[in-house]
């Protein structure tokens, strides 16, 4: 049903979690552990999550805030937390613990993932999703190689493949899967619309109410990542980058590039190689 590569180059984009049975995917960086952790809040606002991560609820209850809104997540949920999520964690309750599994994933060659914030995605875990968690938390396991790691991993994906996406989501899917695979064209979002087979003032309504944002805006940051990734990536040129993410023009894509991050990108490059220096 997978078939598995296991590839090392890094680019960022956001895909749909329905859409990993459908691509050639590797997993790296398999950790997991079961934390009942001293501190009753936790701030990832400025730092982000450095890889992608499920987090499954044993016992107690938590919440979940960040820019766009929050949840709270109880016994048996399972939350997932994005690359680079920038949010806030807090008990709300005397006992709390959670078995977390942090993860990289690459689909078709590419670094992905799937929200820009926390999203309880199962109320509750089916029994296979659950002894897969456990088994990849016992010690003896981790000792494995990546292929146990891997088929565990395999077993939790597709016990969600199908949770709890809203009702909305799913009518705007058509819609999301075309932005996800041709965010480097001119976006018609009557042809969005069309594709979700409902009015273009209704498909924009769905849209904003969903995600927060406008298409425009949702694809832009598509584009702003694979930029990101890209330019740090360091084997090519600025101008070959612009033209490779749909720009004729590299000044018109320095320009989009600095209204988005307040930086060029030359000035990027050289921010991000001093912050690791």
């Known amino acids: 049903y997978f078939i598995i590569y296991f590839i090392m180059e890094v680019t960022d984009m956001i895909m749909n979690l329905n859409e990993v049975k459908n691509h050639i995917f ?8 079961l934390q009942s952790p001293a501190y009753r809040s936790l701030s990832l606002s400025k730092v982000g999550r450095g890889c992608n991560g499920f987090l499954y609820i044993k016992d107690g209850k938590c919440k979940f805030s960040f820019k766009e809104g929050s949840f709270t ?10 690359f680079n999520s920038r949010h806030d964690l807090s008990s709300k309750s005397e006992r709390l613990s959670f078995y977390r599994i942090d993860f990289n994933l690459k689909i078709d060659n590419e ?3 799937f929200s820009t914030h926390p999203i309880k995605i199962a109320d509750l875990a089916t029994p296979d999703c659950h002894e897969a968690i ?7 396991h981790l000792q494995q190689d990546n292929i146990f790691k891997t088929e565990k991993m395999c077993t939790i994906f597709k016990s969600l493949q199908d949770v709890n996406l809203s009702e ?3 009518r705007l899917s058509p819609a999301i899967n075309y932005i996800t695979e041709h965010y480097t064209e001119t976006m018609d979002c009557h042809i969005l619309a069309e594709l979700c087979h409902i009015s273009l003032s209704h498909f924009y309504e769905l849209f904003k109410n969903e995600f927060k944002t406008s298409p425009l805006e949702y694809r832009n940051k598509i584009i702003l990542q694979n930029a990101k990734a890209m330019l740090l990536g360091g ?5 070959e980058i612009s033209s490779i993410l749909g720009f004729n023009d590299i000044a018109y894509f320095s320009r989009f590039f600095k209204k988005h991050t307040k930086l060029s990108p030359s000035n990027y490059i050289n921010a991000k190689r001093q912050k690791t220096n």
């Open 26 to 33: 590797s997993f790296s960086g398999i950790n997991v552990i």
């Open 73 to 82: 997540a109880t016994e048996g949920n399972i939350v997932y937390l994005p």
């Open 111 to 113: 670094l992905v993932y």
């Open 134 to 140: 456990t088994a990849l938390c016992n010690e003896l």
């Open 168 to 170: 909305n989501y799913k």
């Open 235 to 239: 084997d090519m040129s600025i101008k």
